[in-house]
DNA sequence: CCCCTAACAGGAATTATTCTTATTTAAGGA
DNA sequence: TCCTTAAATAAGAATAATTCCTGTTAGGGG
């Protein structure tokens, strides 16, 4: 019989991303679950983001200036990015367009899951921009 | 008056960019170049790609692999990309469903571009799968 | 012919991420 | 309780894509 081993500190990565609403990078979460688990390292962070997502537990965003966004609402949204502070915001997306049948019809393909990101810029730093 | 030199090996970048349907990564471009330009080095095709994606001439499409990609079709299309072998196909994207401007009145942004993403197994990696 | 500036090669530096190794931990059985 | 075993871990080394730096080259305007 399998072992099955909860990771305290797995499971800590896991509602630490499902508790808040930003889409932190690796770093972010070490820093937050510094306090609780003093002698966490940021390689057992990325061990377990890497395995949540495998798991499919957590989502991969994609990297915003060079460091990589994870996302613990698996639900199926998209993204707006602002290209000048990095922050991601939730986005509904009502319904499903078709796309993903078109291409499995269309390439032969298997499609496993859809990715919508808007990029611009986000109204703090438009607001900012007018300040200036 | 503004000096504006052409760079030759930033327009072959370019032109080799739009002449492919692939989704190249800077270095499968250095490698590409370099009959041509047999001094041609990587932080040279780093600067030019960076700078046409600047000018919008090009499209980074984010890193699969942990490699960047860039397209040199900058008109509105998705992109299927195979998690197994890392293949990127273009994908027609039928008109504006409206997300940008339901972002644009909902979060008070900017939205420069989207950028539709699908991504699961393309047919000849399900086809390797059969076989094996 | 002389500046001025962009462009460049070559290589060093940066840095997010992954890998390695030795160690610790916890679960289950005896 | 003690032992076995495999997952989990910390710490730090290693990797590798990308950027940065330095000295050099070359083209165009004046």
Redesign the pocket.
């Known amino acids: 019989?399998?072992?099955?081993?909860?990771?305290?500190?797995?499971e800590?990565v896991l509602s630490l991303l499902r508790s808040v609403d930003c889409h932190p990078?690796?770093?972010w979460v070490h820093g937050q679950l510094k306090e609780r688990?003093?002698?966490?390292?940021?390689?057992?962070?990325?061990?377990?983001?890497?395995?949540l997502e495998a798991e499919g537990l957590i989502v991969a965003l994609g990297?915003v200036?060079?460091?990589?966004?994870f996302d613990g609402d698996i639900s199926d949204h998209a993204h707006f990015v602002c290209e000048r502070c990095g922050a991601v915001t939730d986005v509904e997306l009502k319904g499903d367009d078709g796309l993903a049948a078109r291409v499995e019809r269309e390439l032969g393909a298997r499609v496993a899951r859809r990715d919508v990101k808007l990029r611009g810029i986000c109204k703090s730093c438009i607001n900012k921009d007018m300040r200036a």
Chains 1, 2 share one sequence.
């Open positions: 019989m399998a072992i099955v081993r909860r990771s305290v500190k797995r800590a990078t690796a770093e688990f003093p002698d966490l390292s940021l390689g057992t962070v990325y061990r377990n983001l890497r395995q990297a200036d060079g460091q990589e966004r």
